[in-house]
Antibody, heavy 125, light 112 residues
Framework: QVQLQESGPGLLKPSETLSLNCTVS??????????WSWIRQPAGKRPEWIGR???????EYNPSLRSRVTLSLDTSENHLSLRLTSVTAADTAVYFC?????????????????WGQGTMVTVSS | DIVVTQSPLSLTVTPGEPASISCRSS???????????LDWYLQKPGQSPQVLIY???NRASGVPDRFSGSGSGTDFTLKISRVEAEDVGVYYC?????????FGLGTKLEIK
């Protein structure tokens, strides 16, 4: 069974650096059929796509966060990580990791078909 | 960024009645291969989003056939032929034609 599980600090102070991990099980993060994303969602608001990383290590980021965010992937440990610097209250949200299936073979939906349960991050002094 | 506009923002539906949600994008979501990169997700209370429809009109495995997606280019629709109590939650459309991927504001479906 494919599962994603996020973990992180929960509470940070403004200007600190957020580090989150996502442990992947049931599918290899080195699979060429997937890329992996982080998506966040402030309470009561729409999700916001943060960025994506491929098994090659290639990354793409949302321009709104590009200067502060770094995604990484450890295929040997099968987990992905997010690092967000200089956090403010505006970064308070539930953070999800998600897997997007890129093939068109019908095995899985060509979409974010795997999601973690999300981890709440609060930025407050 | 591609702007995705959903309507309505809320729906209250009697069980057994149909429901329809519209999603419009500021740019065409058709890729070079002819696919429409528009997905529909349902986020049930306290849960992560789950994909219902991908590439505009393809129903994900396990999704009841009362859900259907249609449209192309910039105009898309999600239809529920007969709403059931388990369909409550917030429905989001998301464009995956161009990064950054963007979501609509969401449509909250409640049961009357």
């Amino acid at each position: 069974q494919v599962q994603l599980q996020e973990s992180g600090p929960g509470l940070l102070k403004p200007s600190e650096t957020l580090s989150l991990n996502c442990t992947v099980s049931g599918v290899s993060t080195s699979a060429a059929s997937y890329f992996w994303s982080w998506i966040r969602q402030p309470a009561g608001k729409r999700p916001e796509w943060i960025g994506r990383i491929y098994n090659s290590g290639h990354t793409e980021y949302n321009p709104s966060l590009r200067s502060r965010v770094t995604l990484s992937l450890d295929t040997s440990e099968n987990h992905l990580s997010l690092r967000l610097t200089s956090v403010t209250a505006a970064d308070t949200a539930v953070y999800f990791c998600a897997g997007y299936y890129e093939y068109y073979d019908g095995t899985y939906p060509h979409a974010f078909h795997i999601w973690g349960q999300g981890t709440m991050v609060t930025v407050s002094s | 960024d591609i702007v995705v506009t959903q309507s309505p923002l809320s729906l209250t539906v009697t069980p057994g009645e149909p429901a329809s949600i519209s999603c419009r994008s500021s740019q065409s979501l058709v890729g070079g291969n002819g696919n429409d990169y528009l997905d529909w997700y349902l986020q049930k209370p306290g849960q992560s989003p789950q994909v219902l429809i991908y590439l505009g009109s393809n129903r994900a495995s396990g999704v009841p056939d009362r859900f259907s997606g249609s449209g192309s280019g910039t105009d898309f629709t999600l239809k529920i032929s007969r709403v059931e109590a388990e369909d409550v939650g917030v429905y989001y459309c998301m464009q995956a034609a161009q990064t950054p991927y963007t979501f609509g504001l969401g449509t909250k479906l409640e049961i009357k």
